[in-house]
């Protein structure tokens, strides 16, 4: 049966931490730049099956601000991979555009080298009007950054007089916020064993149900999506109420 006959809820907003990549290659006896590019595969098909359930936004997670300190190899792995995937959207523009992906990046852009902030910005602007799933990559990316810059949006508004200190209100401090024009998340998947965060979507993630499961990353199916749609039928959320 199809996921969206099978569930009477689907969640609108996903957020997913990749994680287990290396894990993946090591057992393999790859190197971990292989498991990061089977990761791609996933991210790849996962963002297509998005589309065709008609989630409404899809945030991963693939590179923080503290993944920098990897050895050089991987780091430029990792953005050969992102390299290769702007391209595509490129040669592929007709077929992502039946897939109604608007891609956005979210994290601080200027601190990813010259070319690949230039394709960022020019995949975003090309899949800007599509409306059917906004794909969300994270990059250089943390969570507690992406507050900070909003923190700092708001001071400078304050600072020119257009805002007073006391009109700050949540709603106001959520709109700053990257993903500020979408929901928040309604579950956060993290796959690889690990149960914590990993200053991935702090703000956001105040009310978010949490997904955690010992597969790795490269292994990840539709199938394990299904188990999350699933799961997350069954929740009953009450954001505080009764
Ligand atoms: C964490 O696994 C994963 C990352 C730091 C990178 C995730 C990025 C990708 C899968 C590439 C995505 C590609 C595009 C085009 C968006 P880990 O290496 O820390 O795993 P380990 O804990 O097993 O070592």
């Known amino acids: 049966m199809a996921a969206e006959t099978k569930f009477s809820v689907l969640p609108r907003h996903i957020g997913i931490i990749m994680d287990g990549n290396g894990r993946w290659a090591k057992k393999r006896g790859l190197p971990r730049t292989a498991g990061h ?31 920098w300190r990897r050895p050089p190899e991987e780091v430029n792995t990792l953005m050969d991979l992102f390299r290769e995937y702007f391209e595509e ?40 009007s599509e409306t059917r799933t906004t794909v969300n990559i994270a990059v250089n990316y ?60 702090t703000w956001q993630s105040a009310y978010s149900e949490f997904w955690f499961s010992d597969v790795l990353w490269p292994d990840f199916t539709r199938a394990t999506l299904d188990e999350v749609f699933a799961d997350f039928d069954k929740r009953n959320r009450r954001f505080g109420g009764v």
Request: proline share 4%; hydrophobic share 40%; glycine share 8%.
């Open 37 to 67: 590019k089977k990761g791609a595969d996933v991210f790849r098909d996962i963002t297509t099956y998005c589309s065709e359930l008609g989630i409404e936004a899809v945030t991963f997670y693939a590179f923080s601000t503290e993944n």
């Open 89 to 128: 959207l490129e040669r592929r523009e007709r077929e992502n555009e039946k897939m109604g992906f608007r891609i956005r990046f979210i994290g601080d852009i200027s601190g990813l080298p010259a070319d690949i902030a230039a394709l960022a910005a020019e995949t975003e602007r090309r899949s800007n």
């Open 142 to 201: 943390g969570g507690r950054q992406e507050i900070v810059h909003a923190a700092q949006l708001l001071a400078q508004q304050v600072q020119s007089g257009a805002l007073a200190p006391e009109d700050i209100t949540e709603d106001l401090f959520a709109k700053h916020i990257y993903t500020g024009d979408l929901p928040d998340p309604d579950v956060i998947i993290r796959p690889g064993g690990e149960m914590r965060l990993s200053n991935f979507m």
